[in-house]
């Protein structure tokens, strides 16, 4: 448990010594913390509300809410959901009520990793926020919409807080070298080394620190090198750089690779951007738009693995991911390919967005209420299990579409037989003298 705002000694680590004390010198955030700003506006006004923070590790959620400690007044008490349990968290909560009710000041109770609280456990909680009694701020890296129960949703207004970017780190890295609370000027940086930290760093303000830290911590001269880096932190710096052009030859390299069934050529510029410092969430991301837009229906296991891999990641990161990744990506080469689901998404969505868009027929309407009934929603439906082919018959497109197709199965893997299959379900429509 933490009380004191903010760590003063000399002996403290670098992150430390360098985090922000106002919100001016809060690095990032522009949308929530710039002028004008929500969060701003609140801390300005005074306006200590129940508060979520939203956001990746490293980009200052700890942060703003000791600013807002400071701010009020309030006693900074910082636990983990981690690693503090109901118990731990209710003593703060009757600690903060006792005080409040006897008009004294309240406590801050900054609640690190939220969503590891089951929703029965977040509900201890929510008295003491109707009441007031306490400053409120819950933080996460996890989607709220999915780990956080509505009850406490309700009572709280949420913040999302992004990544840093490679200018914020910059801008973070050159300040730590020159600040006397920082490096105090000892060192000089080359172009290289800093572009390696920024990689390194994965938009983490905390481990770019961490990382200069280490490095000076090592160095035998005042000039922090390219190579000095790769020696600290036991990684080789690569020509990467994950917002710039190289990114995204990298990104289309692989993505055509697995298109094109070459999994040699698949595992190589993976690894190139792995070791360049990629984020493996978004290759995860890519994995799996690949599995649906080059493979499809010839082989609906691809998604699977693809969404597979990315939950590994999720769970436990690299570099124990890296071979769900790999497993990925080589049976996506390795799988039958179609486009046929890309292809005909796309001409759909050309006939929304270029087609005067139809009211939905009348029997394929819901009708739920007696008043829909007798304005015949639902009239005429038919239900295709009634039939012996289990195909009604029946036309399910606007009058102005009909005889349109927009999917189009290959005759590769297991569209093959989705595709014989259609044909048997359009020879029997035409019988039915539908399209």
């Excluded at 984020?279 to 296991?301: F, H, K, M, T, V």
Aim: net charge neutral.
């Amino acid at each position: 448990m933490e009380y004191l705002p903010f760590a003063e000694s000399g002996k403290s680590p670098l992150a430390e010594r360098m985090r922000p004390r106002d919100l001016d010198e809060v690095v990032g955030q522009k949308k929530i913390l710039g002028p004008g700003g929500p969060l701003r506006t609140l801390i300005e006004r005074g306006d200590y509300r129940s508060l979520l923070f939203w956001g990746p590790p490293g980009s200052g959620k700890t942060t703003v809410g000791r600013i807002i400690s400071h701010r009020s007044g309030a006693k900074f008490v910082h636990l983990s959901a981690a690693l503090s349990g109901v118990k731990e968290v209710k003593a703060v909560l009757e600690h903060s009520r006792a005080s409040f009710e006897l008009g004294g000041k309240r406590d801050l109770l900054f609640l690190d990793e939220i969503h590891r609280f089951t929703r029965n456990q977040q509900d201890v909680l929510l008295s003491y926020l109707e009441a007031g009694s306490i400053i409120f701020i819950g933080a996460t890296t996890e989607n709220p919409s999915f780990a956080l129960n509505a009850a406490l949703l309700s009572r709280c207004q949420l913040f999302v807080f992004s990544a840093l970017s490679s200018d914020d780190i910059t801008g973070l890295v050159r300040r730590a070298i020159a600040d006397e609370k920082g490096l105090g000027d000892r060192f000089t940086i080359t172009a290289e080394a800093e572009r390696a930290i920024i990689a390194l760093s994965d938009g983490d303000a905390r481990r770019a620190l961490t990382t200069i830290e280490l490095v000076s911590s090592i160095a035998r001269t005042d000039t922090i090198d390219v190579e000095l880096v790769e020696r600290a932190v036991q990684r080789k710096g690569l020509n990467y750089d994950r917002s710039g052009e190289e990114h995204y030859n990298l990104i289309s390299a692989l993505h055509k690779s697995i298109r094109n069934s070459d999994p040699d050529a698949a595992l190589y510029w993976l690894a190139r951007m792995i070791e360049g410092g990629e984020d493996p969430r978004y290759i995860a991301r890519r994995l799996i738009r690949i599995a649906s837009e080059d493979i499809g229906l010839a082989d609906p296991q691809g998604l699977q693995i693809a969404l597979a891999a990315r939950e590994t990641i999720e769970a436990i990161g690299l570099p124990e991911g890296d071979l769900a990744l790999a497993q990925a990506a080589v049976y996506l080469s390795c799988a039958p390919k179609s486009n046929a689901l890309y292809v005909g998404l796309n001409a759909a969505r050309e006939d929304v967005r270029n087609r005067p868009i139809e009211p939905v027929p009348l029997h394929l309407r819901n009708a739920p209420t007696r008043m829909m009934k007798d304005l015949s929603y639902g009239e005429g439906y038919k239900y295709a299990h009634d039939y012996k082919e289990g195909v009604a018959r029946m036309e399910c497109l606007p009058p102005s579409l009909l005889g349109r197709s927009y999917y189009r199965p290959t005759k590769r893997g297991d569209e093959k037989a989705l595709s014989e299959m259609l044909d048997k379900i359009k020879a029997n429509r035409k019988q039915q003298n539908l399209r």
